[in-house]
């Protein structure tokens, strides 16, 4: 019976070339890595530290460059939660409205491993990143997973020729003749964790890892891959190189999330709190994106046969129901409510469509006008978190 080495689940640095086996009474199962990390994580016989570190500062990791650090910053301006930094080059800002907040600009695989370490409280990464490098450790906690930006999917991707031509599926592959334990199918890939866990899944056995930056979809064409495994937005350039995803190759949909560790919201003074204000910001103006105010007047008898015709209509129902409120008007020497006034909310995509019923059944003086937040009693996600910590 072969030993099953284990993967460290915090990798320190430099990690040296690894081979998994696992052998089963009908078959094997074999995956190679070869991959150097660089981590900052305290490590203590395998965990990281779990106490949280003496400090009374609240601490937020955010991307330091690049597309996902723009709409990183933008996103948090759009809630009124503008980044202060008074030098470009320093690393450390912080957020005006949230006192006793610190924000550490850092790389999205340190953000993660940091939040680990505990010298960070809360994140904003992508979801690719958080799974990878958190590696599923009980003691992270999503609190926000739909933060609407940096949008891409982690996908298997094949050529789309040669041996792989016909080849047009995770179970077509898993099925190929051709790998063995002496020449076992070879990935190129960033995931040295998602990567042959994916794999171990989808039952194909004999795979070598591969770690590389940059530019993985030359890998193929250059002989020094037969697969790749990567980070994909439009699929674009896999396209340009010959290069195809495949049915079942999607190892995980990633977004902008926010994060944080349990430890510090249950045991640090004032996490929770500040991450409630965040949490809340973040839906109010997530929620209102595309959406839009419809005002109009229309002739009616009463708010209650006005509303009968706005619930006739399909896209005027709003969030609720629509908001109505006599208009008041002098004729004659005498005051009377001989209109209404309705307010509802629409989105965007059926913007047109509603003005035209509005029309259609009497509606008037029609304005519009972009939402900015739209604050729910509470927000269900504050509910999910406080029920994920226990209190």
Same mark, same amino acid.
């Given at each position: 019976?072969? =030993?099953?080495?284990?993967?460290?689940?915090?990798? !320190?640095?430099? &990690?040296?070339?690894?081979?998994?086996?696992?052998?089963? !009474?009908?078959?094997?199962?074999?995956?190679?890595?070869?991959?150097?990390?660089?981590?900052? /994580?305290?490590?203590? *016989?395998? $965990?990281?530290?779990?106490?949280?570190?003496?400090?009374?500062?609240?601490?937020?990791?955010?991307? !330091?460059?690049?597309?996902?650090?723009?709409?990183? @910053?933008?996103? @948090?301006?759009?809630?009124?939660?503008?980044?202060?930094?008074?030098?470009?080059?320093?690393?450390?800002?912080?957020?005006?409205?949230?006192? *006793?907040?610190? =924000?550490?600009?850092?790389?999205?695989?340190?953000?993660?491993?940091?939040?680990?370490?505990?010298?960070?409280?809360?994140?904003?990464?992508? @979801?690719?990143?958080?799974?990878?490098?958190?590696?599923?450790?009980?003691?992270?906690?999503? /609190?926000?997973?739909?933060?609407?930006?940096?949008?891409?999917?982690?996908? +298997?991707?094949?050529?789309?020729?040669?041996?792989? #031509? *016909?080849?047009?599926?995770?179970?077509?592959?898993?099925?190929?003749?051709?790998?063995?334990?002496?020449?076992?199918?070879?990935?190129?890939?960033?995931?040295?964790? &998602?990567?042959?866990?994916?794999?171990?899944? *989808?039952?194909?056995?004999?795979?070598?890892?591969?770690?590389?930056?940059?530019?993985?979809?030359?890998?193929?064409?250059?002989?020094?891959?037969?697969?790749?495994?990567?980070?994909?937005?439009?699929?674009?350039?896999?396209?340009?190189?010959?290069?195809?995803?495949?049915?079942?190759?999607?190892?995980?949909?990633?977004?902008?999330?926010? /994060?944080?560790?349990?430890?510090?919201?249950?045991?640090?003074?004032?996490?929770?709190?500040?991450?409630?204000?965040?949490?809340?910001? @973040?839906?109010?103006? &997530?929620?209102?994106?595309?959406? +839009?105010?419809?005002?109009?007047?229309?002739?009616?008898?009463?708010? #209650?046969? /006005?509303? #009968?015709?706005?619930?006739?209509?399909?896209?005027? !129902?709003?969030?609720?129901?629509?908001?109505?409120?006599?208009?008041?008007?002098?004729?004659?020497? $005498?005051?009377?409510?001989?209109?209404?006034?309705? =307010?509802?909310?629409?989105?965007?995509?059926?913007?047109?469509?509603?003005?035209?019923?509005?029309?259609?059944?009497?509606?008037?003086?029609?304005?519009?006008?972009?939402?900015?937040?739209?604050?729910?009693? #509470?927000?269900? $996600?504050?509910?999910?978190?406080?029920?994920?910590?226990?209190?």
């Amino acid at each position: 019976m072969a =030993v099953l080495p284990t993967l460290p689940k915090y990798p !320190s640095s430099p &990690l040296p070339s690894f081979t998994i086996f696992s052998t089963t !009474s009908s078959s094997s199962y074999s995956f190679r890595c070869c991959a150097t990390a660089q981590s900052q /994580v305290a490590v203590v *016989n395998g $965990r990281a530290d779990t106490k949280v570190s003496e400090r009374n500062e609240i601490r937020l990791g955010l991307p !330091s460059k690049g597309r996902m650090a723009a709409d990183t @910053l933008d996103l @948090l301006k759009d809630c009124q939660l503008s980044v202060k930094q008074t030098n470009p080059r320093q690393y450390v800002a912080e957020i005006p409205q949230l006192s *006793n907040l610190e =924000v550490w600009f850092q790389r999205p695989k340190d953000i993660v491993r940091k939040l680990m370490s505990g010298d960070l409280d809360l994140g904003i990464v992508g @979801l690719d990143t958080f799974t990878e490098y958190g590696q599923e450790n009980e003691d992270l906690i999503i /609190v926000h997973d739909a933060l609407d930006y940096g949008d891409c999917r982690l996908s +298997f991707a094949i050529p789309k020729y040669g041996i792989f #031509e *016909n080849i047009n599926s995770m179970k077509g592959l898993s099925q190929m003749p051709q790998w063995t334990e002496e020449k076992p199918l070879r990935v190129a890939t960033g995931f040295t964790y &998602l990567g042959p866990k994916f794999m171990k899944e *989808n039952g194909v056995k004999h795979v070598t890892f591969s770690t590389a930056d940059g530019a993985l979809e030359a890998a193929p064409a250059m002989g020094i891959a037969d697969a790749i495994l990567d980070l994909v937005s439009s699929g674009t350039t896999l396209k340009e190189n010959n290069l195809k995803e495949i049915d079942g190759g999607t190892v995980l949909e990633s977004q902008a999330v926010l /994060v944080a560790t349990r430890r510090s919201l249950i045991q640090r003074k004032g996490v929770l709190d500040t991450t409630h204000e965040i949490l809340e910001r @973040l839906e109010a103006h &997530l929620r209102a994106v595309g959406q +839009f105010t419809v005002t109009a007047n229309m002739r009616g008898s009463s708010a #209650e046969e /006005v509303a #009968e015709r706005i619930l006739s209509q399909t896209s005027l !129902s709003g969030l609720q129901g629509p908001t109505i409120s006599p208009v008041f008007c002098k004729r004659d020497g $005498r005051v009377s409510a001989d209109y209404y006034a309705i =307010v509802i909310c629409v989105p965007k995509k059926e913007l047109y469509k509603s003005v035209q019923q509005l029309r259609a059944i009497g509606g008037s003086g029609v304005l519009i006008s972009p939402l900015t937040y739209i604050f729910d009693e #509470e927000t269900p $996600r504050w509910r999910e978190l406080l029920s994920k910590l226990g209190v």
